[in-house]
């Protein structure tokens, strides 16, 4: 089993960062991307990064492109989301996941893809 648990949420302004962390333990030898999800009330889980994590390869949808940075530190065995320039439309529960079995060069942002799940930390941005 693998083990997720996020931090870094809170409550900003239009314009400013946050940057969230998820913590991963347990048995991660197969796993081998990552992705935070986030989710408002009444909308769809959105994928909003992805990190393929035997390689360098990332991916950010146009929502959040330019704005939003996936990360990865070994040592501590921690994947982290760097959000600038956040807007009241990024306000969400953001969740992270770890995958198993991704190919580098193949972009997963499905959730019913990915096995593991944290239970998340929420963003809101007011204007």
């Known amino acids: 089993q693998v083990q997720l648990m996020e931090s870094g949420g809170g409550s900003v302004q239009t314009g400013e960062s946050l940057r969230l962390s998820c913590a991963v333990s347990?048995?991660?030898?197969?796993?081998?991307?990552m992705a935070w999800f986030r989710q408002a009330p009444g909308k769809e889980r959105e994928g909003v990064a992805y990190l393929y994590t035997d390689g360098t390869n990332t991916y950010y949808p146009a929502s959040v492109k330019g704005r939003f940075t996936i990360s990865q530190d070994h040592a501590k065995a921690t994947i982290y989301l760097q959000m600038n320039a956040l807007k009241p439309e990024d306000t969400a529960l953001y969740t992270c996941?770890?995958?198993?079995?991704?190919?580098?060069?193949?972009?997963?942002?499905?959730?019913?893809?990915?096995?593991?799940w944290g239970r998340g930390t929420q963003v809101t941005v007011s204007s």
């Open positions: 996941a770890a995958g198993v079995g991704c190919s580098d060069g193949v972009i997963r942002l499905h959730p019913p893809s990915y096995p593991y």
């Open positions: 347990g048995s991660t030898d197969r796993t081998n991307c």
